[in-house]
Nanobody, 121 residues
Framework: QVQLVESGGGLVQPGGSLRLSCTAS????????MGWYRQVPGKQRELVAA???????NFADSVKGRFTLSRDYAKNTVYLQMNSLKPEDMAVYYC???????????????WGQGTQVNVSS
């Protein structure tokens, strides 16, 4: 059973920084991508940033230049460094991974439990 465990959310003032981390654990044969999405009440979940193992990192336009994504491939961990946070960044942030559990398994989509990011003075 694969689990994505997130940490790092919290309250920060506008202009501040937070770092989210997410580790995938369990039976993992191959990770195709890892990244972060966010959701506010009443709206659809949206991509923040995602990285595939063989391609570029994709960022939402609203976070370009402020957020960076990094991965520790050996630890199946993804980090989201969020700088210059704005009130509109406030949301529940969800870790996402597309991975293959076994050599002969299909790739599947996995989600973390979500971590709240609050940006307020």
């Amino acid at each position: 059973q694969v689990q994505l465990v997130e940490s790092g959310g919290g309250l920060v003032q506008p202009g501040g920084s937070l770092r989210l981390s997410c580790t995938a654990s369990g039976s993992i044969f191959r990770v195709y991508s890892m990244g972060w999405y966010r959701q506010v009440p009443g709206k659809q979940r949206e991509l923040v940033a995602a990285s595939t193992s063989s391609g570029p990192t994709n960022f939402a336009d609203s976070v370009k230049g402020r957020f960076t994504l990094s991965r520790d491939y050996a630890k199946n961990t993804v980090y989201l460094q969020m700088n210059s946070l704005k009130p509109e960044d406030m949301a529940v942030y969800y870790c996402n991974a597309i991975l293959q559990e076994g050599r002969f398994s299909r790739s599947s989509n996995y989600w973390g439990q979500g971590t709240q990011v609050n940006v307020s003075s």
